[in-house]
């Protein structure tokens, strides 16, 4: 089945720095990634579509300038937080999916703590 | 807008009854429907993908049903096990090339042996 694999797997940073979150398809190329984010006992919340090879649509309310997202390859995309605060602090997840038909494989997500 | 609504939010349960989670959606005009499970702190993992041409799909002890018409899907645990304890959510996935995935505030399902 379709494998996405995600790094770190948890991570803390100091208020000020910036984290890079890796998410890769491990056997199946994806045009097309998805980063969501998680706050404690409440479901995702979707942040941007990345698109390999252009920029990356995001959702209302999310800053471009804060989250930035690169899909540079078929298998590989990142998601920068830039200057994190504490209020950045959340699980973040990817998904992608193989075809149209197939379902979404998500990765195994990402606990950021910023102090 | 799809709205994706799942009941109940949470359920306690003794070991070996068999349950039935519940998820509605406002729009019938999806690509498919899928469930996944979330355990405290980690991703998400597929249980069952449903066709919007399908009704129904199985694996093991899990079986999904979908009824676009009505914009309902259900999942059947029987025999539940304390290893079921975790979050359920539903997605539908539906929009542009079906890339809008909108999921459901989901079940946690606690289940005492």
């Known amino acids: 089945g379709a494998v996405v694999s995600q790094h770190p797997s948890w991570v803390i940073c100091k208020s000020g720095t910036s984290v890079k979150i890796e998410c890769r398809s491990l056997?199946?190329?994806?045009?097309?990634m998805f980063w969501y984010r998680q706050f404690p006992k409440q479901s995702l919340m979707l942040m941007a579509t990345s698109n390999e090879g252009s920029k990356a649509t995001y959702e209302q309310g999310v800053e471009k300038d804060k989250f930035l997202i690169n899909h540079a390859s078929l298998t590989l995309s990142t998601l920068t937080v830039t200057s994190a605060h504490p209020e950045d602090s959340s699980f973040y997840i990817c998904?992608?999916?193989?075809?149209?038909?197939?379902?979404?494989?998500f990765g195994s997500g990402t606990r950021l703590t910023v102090v | 807008k799809q709205e994706v609504t799942q009941i109940p939010a949470a359920l306690s349960v003794p070991e070996g009854e068999n349950l039935v989670l519940n998820c509605s959606f406002t729009?019938?005009?999806?690509?498919?429907l899928q469930w996944f499970r979330q355990d405290p702190g980690k991703g998400l993992t597929s249980l069952l993908l449903?066709?919007?041409?399908?009704r129904e799909q199985t694996s093991g002890r899990l079986n999904a049903s979908l009824d676009k018409s009505s914009g309902r899907s259900t999942l059947y645990i029987a025999a539940s096990q304390p290893g079921d304890s975790a979050t359920y959510l539903c997605?539908?996935?539906?929009?542009?090339?079906?890339?809008?995935?909108?999921f459901g505030g989901g079940t946690r399902l606690m289940v005492k042996p």
């Open positions: 997605a539908v996935i539906g929009g542009n090339a079906g890339n809008m995935l909108t």
């Open positions: 056997d199946f190329q994806a045009t097309t």
């Open positions: 449903i066709q919007s041409s399908q």
């Open positions: 729009d019938s005009a999806i690509y498919n």
């Open positions: 998904s992608a999916r193989r075809t149209l038909a197939s379902g979404y494989t």
